[in-house]
T-cell receptor, first 113, second 112 residues
Framework: DTAVSQTPKYLVTQMGNDKSIKCEQN?????MYWYKQDSKKFLKIMFS???????INETVPNRFSPKSPDKAHLNLHINSLELGDSAVYFC????????????FGEGSRLTVL | GESVGLHLPTLSVQEGDNSIINCAYS??????FIWYKQESGKGPQFIID?????DKRQGQRVTVLLNKTVKHLSLQIAATQPGDSAVYFC???????????FGTGTRLTIIP
């Protein structure tokens, strides 16, 4: 009965590959997010969707493409992986847009070799 | 650009003592502040929030203080326990802005 679940938890891949991370929330929330946390623990927002509509798109390379098939799911696809993409990616949800109370998943650690 | 920062990257506190984690922000337009706790291997977890029309808010064993004059907020944890060991982040937002800006984090270690 995990509130925000993301898979896989660990990803190890070669440069140039394409990978996806999936996220699902069972909280009935309208808004979902992807955050990137680097090796220094710095958390930065990448994307946010509200009811399947993209509302935040930070200056992220267009190799990153989010997809929200419904408001309970927000997936992240990354093309042509680079070394600098190595990080922990967190999915989160909130009841409504603009809410400060985010519910985070456990993270997906991506390592690009 | 605007940033949210923390004074101390690490803090060690004896179990049972109180701890204070500080955060400085530079965006004077920010009117909403949140503290998150991140335990090892987990995602951040909401602790407490405060709006700019307040200067203090209390939760269970936690108190957040906001000083808008010097753009500073702090998180006080009373009677610390081993489970309080984590990285703590402050985050800020302002009306009309959809996103939270997170600070760099402070690692709190509780010494048994």
């Amino acid at each position: 009965d995990t509130a925000v679940s993301q898979t896989p938890k660990y990803l190890v891949t070669q440069m140039g590959n394409d990978k996806s991370i999936k996220c699902e929330q069972n909280l009935g929330h309208d808004t979902m997010y992807w955050y990137k946390q680097d090796s220094k623990k710095f958390l930065k927002i990448m994307f946010s969707y509200n009811n399947k509509e993209l509302i935040i798109n930070e200056t992220v390379p267009n190799r990153f493409s989010p997809k929200s098939p419904d408001k309970a799911h927000l997936n992240l696809h990354i093309n042509s992986l680079e070394l600098g993409d190595s990080a922990v990616y967190f999915c989160a949800s909130s009841q409504a847009r603009g809410s400060g109370e985010l519910f985070f998943g456990e993270g997906s650690r991506l390592t690009v070799l | 650009g605007e940033s949210v920062g923390l004074h101390l990257p690490t803090l060690s506190v004896q179990e049972g003592d109180n701890s204070i984690i500080n955060c400085a922000y530079s965006n004077s337009a920010s009117d909403y502040f949140i503290w998150y706790k991140q335990e090892s291997g987990k995602g951040p977890q909401f602790i407490i929030d405060i709006r700019s029309n307040m200067d203090k808010r209390q939760g269970q064993r936690v108190t957040v203080l906001l000083n808008k004059t010097v753009k500073h907020l702090s998180l006080q944890i009373a009677a610390t326990q081993p489970g309080d060991s984590a990285v703590y982040f402050c985050a800020e937002a302002y009306f009309g802005n959809e996103k939270l800006t997170f600070g760099t984090g402070t690692r709190l270690t509780i010494i048994p």
